[in-house]
């Protein structure tokens, strides 16, 4: 009994992951490589040949290399302010992480108040005298307003998922190893970099795994503020499958985006490895 106690403990979620994760995947990939009960290769030529596929295709990627950078050093910088206060700490911290609060859709809601038509960007540029009429900036003729606005959506929106979880990695790093480095006379900057960083790694990795898979499953924010005017991978995904009503299209855009994210993944694993003999 004592030698198969582990794995009862582990069987309620491992049964919650078959049930609900692997099973569905299974339906999906077989969705995606099956038509008229043929398995075929279809679904993906349709996709890959529609006009939309390497639009969206650039739209994620392009929103993903943009919005991740900026998060990453905003989280880090949150996160070396939160740890480094002694008073006030927690009420800083909750209002940081505010925007965890907040679901996708009421962030686009939100973001889409300031700058549509009526929106809070016109009447303070009306306001004071800069532009006549209220300018449409998130029209088709717009495309780089649009992305701006997504970016700064999904900044605002996510930074605070990085920071929760490195500001838990740097509350593990023993403050001896910047002590020790300030006596040998290194800057703030060189024990950030020299120190913090490398012992960071473990947490960098979860922060920047967590939001890649998330920046390529981008789809409330988007449909909030660009709709059909700028299409991403999901929102293809969504028109496949509820409006053209074709659920192996739509599957095969779900194991696109499995794969981006597997692979984008396993890039991350590689380029922030971590030694055993140097986890904390």
Known sequence: MPRALPYLLLLPATAFL???FLYPFVLVAVEAVSRDGVYTLDNFQRMASHWKFGTAMRNTLLLAAVVVPIQLAMSLA???VVTRLTT???AILYIFAIPLGIS???AGLIWLAIFEQTGFLNSALSGLGVVEQPVLFLSYQNPVVIFVA?????VWRATAIMMVILVAGMGL????????????GATRWQRFVKVTL???KPSLQTALILRVILAFEVFAVVMALGGTNFPVLMSETYQWQFVLQDRGVAAAYAMVILGISIAFTVLILRLLHVPKAARI
């Open 78 to 80: 949150m996160a070396s």
């Open 173 to 184: 790093i023993p403050k001896e190893y910047g002590e020790a480095a300030e006596v040998f």
């Open 88 to 90: 006030g700490r927690s």
């Open 18 to 20: 078959c049930a609900f």
């Open 104 to 106: 996708d859709l009421a």
């Open 150 to 154: 997504i970016a700064l959506a999904e």
């Open 198 to 200: 490398p012992m960071l």
